[in-house]
């Protein structure tokens, strides 16, 4: 097990009702198994959030689930304008 920093940002500070917070996770935690974590854990409010957001792992934006997550993952809602 490791310890991840997850900030939130905006719509996603409101579903998850804080805006940052550290999470224990697998080893091998990935950004597919983080975000099915924090649906879970938020429910549908940060469930459509994570549709449509991005993750950005370490400071690089990640769009495949299959990303190794690090030791910070900002969730970012989608952005006005694209």
Avoid: H, K, N, W
């Amino acid at each position: 097990m490791t310890m991840v920093t997850v900030r939130y940002f905006a719509a996603a500070a409101e579903a998850a009702g804080v805006e940052e917070e550290r999470l224990e996770v697998d080893g091998d935690a990935t950004v597919g198994t983080l975000r099915d974590e924090l649906a879970a854990r938020y429910g549908a409010d940060m469930q459509r959030v994570l549709q449509s957001g991005s993750f950005l792992v370490d400071g690089t934006v990640q769009r495949d689930p299959a990303t190794p997550i690090g030791e910070a993952v900002d969730i970012l809602p989608p952005f006005a304008g694209g």
